[in-house]
């Protein structure tokens, strides 16, 4: 993958999360202009178990923001890689992580074998697609 194909997918990537980020965000009852980011429950008498759901609509919505925040940092992070010549390398060996892999997960940090040994061993890594977020475990 070159760096022009790596790049393109990368900001492909980041597009599609910022579109996720604001479905996310309405999904959640968050405004733009919200000063603490945290929504409020409706006022309008409801019946006890709409209430409930209202509460659970919020918190996916909450556990999807914070998903999609953590995925466009993992972007973010990878076009810093990009940058200063490290992307496409195992974090781990720096052997090359292979371009099907970068496709698959533009984010990709680790090659298959060391992202395969630290979800075995319950390590957190960071990368998109299925892979464990570094935020969402003993970071």
Same mark, same amino acid.
């Given at each position: =993958? $070159? ?9 492909? !990537?980041? @597009? @599609? %999360?910022?579109?996720? /980020? ?19 429950? &409706? ?7 709409? &209430?409930? &759901?209202? $509460? /659970? ?7 999807? %923001?914070?998903?999609?925040? &953590? ?9 810093? @890689? ?6 496409? /390398? ?12 970068? !496709?698959? =997960? ?34």
């Amino acid at each position: =993958m $070159t760096d022009h194909e790596a790049e393109a997918a990368l900001g492909a !990537e980041r @597009r @599609r %999360l910022l579109a996720a /980020l604001d479905g996310a965000s309405e999904g959640a009852g968050l405004e733009a202009g919200d000063g603490d980011g945290v929504p409020e429950l &409706s006022v309008v008498d409801q019946h006890a178990g709409g &209430s409930g &759901s209202e $509460t /659970l609509d919020k918190e996916v919505g909450l556990a999807l %923001l914070e998903q999609v925040r &953590s995925d466009l940092d993992d972007i973010d992070r990878a076009l810093g @890689r990009l940058e200063h010549g490290g992307y496409g /390398l195992c974090e781990v060996c720096g052997q090359d992580i292979g371009d099907a892999r970068l !496709e698959a =997960m533009p984010a990709a940090r680790y090659c298959l074998a060391h992202q395969q040994a630290a979800e075995a061993e319950g390590r957190v890594v960071p990368g998109l697609s299925g892979e464990a977020g570094e935020g969402r475990h003993g970071r």
